[in-house]
């Protein structure tokens, strides 16, 4: 090994001899190493100072150049200082790169550079002589100089002073080495002024291969998060970091860098750590940034994979009760947070008894305690208000309209009680009562309403209707009327106001008062809407109508007139003909108004595709009109053979997709099935890998055949891969939540086997433990009733879909206005359109 | 991708008013038109959606479960974002940052 050694120094000395000396000097210097031509020349130098002095300038030069060119700025530094006294003058690093007029074999001797290599170099040599010049106080002398000028401008920038920073580097000429420096200074001025587009342009504009433009990466993080572009900034470490220092937030910028890396790699809980530890303000104050944090901590986990989630929670409410610096608001977030957590996994009951708890906290800035607490007792209403779900041993569609009916009206009464001016609470409430078909109530509530928010239309609507329903017609009117003043724009509105008056014009038609009932028609007439697509504005159709009540009245004559001035706004009659054909059972039953001539001219005509759609939004109209099932049934297989014919006279694309998605919908049972099984076999036979039609046979043949759960699922598999290939996003979309529906089916099969009565070990996400806390420090008794074991859900769940699926606003809840009895899982309806 | 924050989008405090709301969002409508920056427009559109009620503010503070932000670091960006001010460093840090950029660049 010595010897070795031994053997390497002896290989690396340098030649004693003068001549031969001078020679490696020059070789190793041409080859570009300049370190072993310094040591050869340093030799030289020794013996003859004045002839090889230039020599050893050039070494140091081409060895400063060559650090400075590799960003080693400190390495750089001795070498400068020995030039300076060798030279007796500083050394600006810009001449380090200046091209040799000798060719005496110094500078003129180096490696040949291409101007690429040159302009690189010459920017480097720039961006040495502004940053060397930092610690030195430029003096009188150079003040002029550019690298003085930046220098001097970036202290302006420093002092906020940024006219004056412009005004240094006013002179700088877009040739000079240093142009890129006032672009940097003019992005920074821009910067820190706020004007981030002209900010923008400038430090995009810096050539890449020098300094400013690294350090224009934190400013562009900054800009790039204003205009709501972060994911194409480069957001490394060092770039985070030093943008929240640039930004006014050096404090907390490390952890925050730190933090996010981790994030970024999946490691949530040591951010979450970090952060806790690193930033004391985090669980105490409400600061914009620590607040902003703290939701980011509290709620990401909801966006989490169930394992990621669980494991962070772990963490997340790992403190609660036990350390003595943990913070009352971060107790507080937690509480609601766990609220939160609970509703997610499906647990009304625990999520109330937290949610009641968390009403002890002080309320958000600004917000009473009362409004507070009146949306939290709404928010649980809510939960009890909302259809329970599907219960997986008692058939997937068997559920209830509203979870718990006792529970959803006390609490909804309760939010009422607490904070009496807001109106979605008692929409809620009157929805509820809607499902439920607590008619004395709603009718109580809605009287109570009309006196509270005697200007909201909705609540005008929902009166009027619920007036006209329980034959109370002029007053009804009047808050219709009252309604459509309010929004004459508003269609539904319009629509229930001529439902009223048609409702009011029957009643009158019924008691022969014609005059009466020609004005409420008069009046119906007058918002009505030419050629409309909705059967209550369509003026045509209310003409039709009026012939009925003509009819009813025994004027065939004006009947007759009526009904053929309704004939010229159609251009199918057979529509008219089965409209008139429902109208005249709905609204005289009793007298049997010829209905059998309509319906025969209706299906009488050509059978068409276009006309059997028709038919079906008449037959949805009329079942909305109270007509009587079993007709409805009866009429729904009428418009199936109808359809089967008009199959074989060709049909559009578009219509046979319509017919068949109505079908499936399963609001006309299995009676469509026919034909619409036919027309698929005839789109698939043009096109039979098209995801669309593959997707609707899978969704057709659940009607009456019972594949094997894992050939639908391959089948499912397949067609979301062709849907990518044609990039069919719905179809896409659409396959995958049919697939992720088979996956709960095929977790409920495994769910249904190890079902035990036994009582949990542990709640999901650590929560056993947290809820054990809290309940101590609140010195809440025992809050858990039995639960089923969770252990073979734990396995399969799926993702946490808290993400996607957000909570239902009260406002939404309150604008399913339904008819539908509690269990009912039929379409519900609106009671805006309800009558006829 | 996380949805921002609607305070954080219009710029205005949680404790704001129907009015603070209104009078951000059409500062802000105006600043960014939707044939100018659609995305933007429909961004600011959607916030206002969400807190423009005192009852939808609520909502969102206590019952929604958008963490606001994406990464840990979105809470510094969108704090600098929103500030009505933003500071220069000191000299030093400055001269000590531009010397790490030149250490840096290779």
């Known amino acids: ?836 | 991708m996380t949805e921002r924050n609607p305070f954080d989008v219009l710029g205005v405090m949680p404790g704001a008013t129907d009015e603070d709301v209104r009078r951000a969002y059409l500062a802000l409508v105006r600043k960014h038109p939707p044939d100018i920056a659609p995305r933007r427009f429909a961004e600011i559109n959607e916030a206002n959606e969400r807190i423009k009620t005192e009852q939808k503010r609520l909502e969102y503070e206590l019952f929604s479960t958008e963490p606001g932000i994406e990464r840990p670091f979105d809470a510094l960006l969108e704090q600098a974002r929103t500030s009505a001010e933003r500071t220069p460093p000191d000299y030093n840090t400055m001269m000590r940052f531009l010397r790490e950029c030149m250490n840096r660049k290779k």
């Open chain 1, 1 to 836: 090994m010595a010897k070795k050694k031994k053997k390497n120094k002896k290989s690396n000395a340098l030649p004693t001899a003068p001549a031969q000396l001078e020679a490696l000097a020059r070789r190793e210097y041409a080859a570009g190493r300049y370190r072993r031509a310094r040591d050869a020349y340093k030799q030289l130098h020794k013996r003859d100072p004045e002839k090889f002095l230039p020599n050893l300038v050039a070494c140091y030069k081409s060895m400063a150049a060559e650090m400075l060119e590799d960003g080693r700025l400190t390495d750089a530094e001795p070498i400068l200082n020995r030039l300076r006294e060798l030279t007796g003058t500083p050394l600006d690093p810009l001449t380090l790169w200046q091209p040799s007029e000798s060719n005496d074999g110094r500078n003129g001797d180096g490696p040949v550079r291409t101007p690429e290599e040159e302009f690189r170099r010459r920017t480097r040599g720039a961006d040495a002589s502004v940053i060397l010049l930092f610690g030195e106080n430029p003096s009188d002398e150079n003040a002029e100089r550019e690298p003085a000028l930046i220098h001097n401008a970036l202290k302006c920038i420093c002092e906020s002073r940024y006219e004056d920073a412009m005004k240094h580097v006013r002179g700088i000429s877009a040739k000079s080495p240093f142009s890129h420096w006032r672009l940097f200074i003019k992005g920074l001025v821009s910067f820190y002024k706020g004007n981030d587009e002209t900010a923008v342009s400038a430090l995009t504009r810096i050539p890449a291969a020098s300094a400013p433009a690294e350090a224009a990466k934190p400013f562009m993080l900054l800009l790039e998060a204003a205009s709501n572009s972060p994911e194409s900034a480069n957001r490394d470490e060092w770039t985070m970091r030093h943008a929240g220092r640039l930004s006014g937030y050096a404090e907390l910028s490390d952890t925050l860098a730190r933090a996010d890396y981790f994030w970024s790699k999946g490691r949530h809980r040591d951010a979450l750590k970090l952060v806790r530890k690193s930033i004391p303000d985090y669980g105490k104050s409400d600061e914009s940034i620590t607040a902003r944090l703290r939701r980011f901590f509290e709620l990401s986990h909801f966006h989490l994979e169930e394992k990621a989630a669980d494991k962070y929670r772990d963490v997340l409410f790992a403190r609660g009760g036990r350390d003595p610096d943990y913070s009352k608001k971060e107790y507080w977030d937690l509480l609601r947070i766990l609220a939160l957590v609970l509703e997610n996994e499906g647990d009304p009951l625990q999520a109330e008894r937290f949610w009641k708890e968390y009403m002890g906290s002080l309320p958000p800035p600004g917000i009473s305690k009362e409004r507070r607490d009146a949306e939290i007792l709404f928010h649980i209403g809510l939960i009890y208000a909302e259809p329970s779900p599907p219960n997986p041993f008692f058939g997937f569609d068997r559920k209830k309209a509203v979870r718990d009916p006792e529970k959803a009206v006390d609490y909804l009464k309760k939010s009422i009680e607490t904070y009496e001016n807001n109106p979605v609470a008692y929409k809620t409430l009157l929805t509820t009562y809607m499902i439920l078909r607590w008619k004395r109530e709603r009718n109580k509530l809605l009287d109570t309403m009309v006196e509270k928010f005697p200007g909201d239309k909705e609540v005008l609507l929902h009166a009027g209707s619920a007036c006209i329903e329980r034959k109370a017609f002029q007053k009804g009117l009047k808050y219709l009327e009252r309604a459509v003043s309010l929004d004459r724009l508003d269609t539904n509105g319009t629509a229930a106001l001529i439902s009223g008056y048609i409702q009011t014009a029957l009643a009158d038609a019924k008691k022969g008062r014609a005059d009466r009932m020609r004005s409420y028609m008069d009046k119906a007439f007058d918002n009505a809407v030419e050629g409309s697509e909705s059967f209550q504005l369509n003026a045509g159709m209310l003409l039709a109508r009026r012939a009925i009540l003509e009819y009813i009245l025994g004027n065939e004559k004006e009947g007759a007139e009526l009904e053929s001035r309704a004939r010229e706004s159609f251009s199918s009659q057979a529509v008219l003909d089965y409209f008139m054909y429902f109208a005249a059972q709905v609204y005289a039953p009793e007298k049997k108004l010829t209905p059998n001539t309509y319906d025969a001219r209706a299906f009488g005509t050509t059978p068409d595709m276009k006309l059997c759609l028709q038919f079906l939004a008449i037959h949805d109209f009329a079942k909305r009109m109270g007509m009587p099932e079993r007709k409805m049934i009866a009429e729904a297989k009428r418009i199936n053979s109808f359809a089967t014919r008009a199959c074989k006279a060709g049909y559009d694309t578009a219509d046979a997709l319509k017919y068949i998605e109505t079908c499936i919908s399963g609001e006309y049972g299995n009676f469509l099935e026919s034909t619409a099984k036919k027309l698929l076999s005839g789109l698939l036979k043009t096109d039979p890998k098209n995801p669309k039609y593959r997707l609707l046979k899978l969704e057709l043949n659940s009607f009456s055949e019972t594949g094997s759960l894992s050939k639908v699922r391959r089948e499912y598999d397949s067609i979301l891969k062709e849907a990518g290939k044609r990039n069919d996003t719905e179809s896409l979309k659409e396959a995958q939540s049919k697939l992720e529906r088979l996956r709960e089916l095929s977790f409920f099969d495994e769910f249904s086997d190890e079902f035990s009565d036994e009582f949990p070990e542990r709640l999901p996400g650590g929560l056993g433990e947290i809820l054990e806390e809290i309940k101590e420090l609140a010195q809440m008794e025992d809050p858990f009733p039995p639960r089923p074991r969770k252990k073979s859900r734990k396995k399969s769940r799926k993702p946490r879909k808290a993400s996607s699926k957000p909570r239902k606003t009260g406002e939404q809840a309150s604008e399913i206005p339904a008819n539908n009895p509690p269990g009912d899982n039929s379409t519900q309806l609106n009671m805006f359109d309800s009558d006829i």
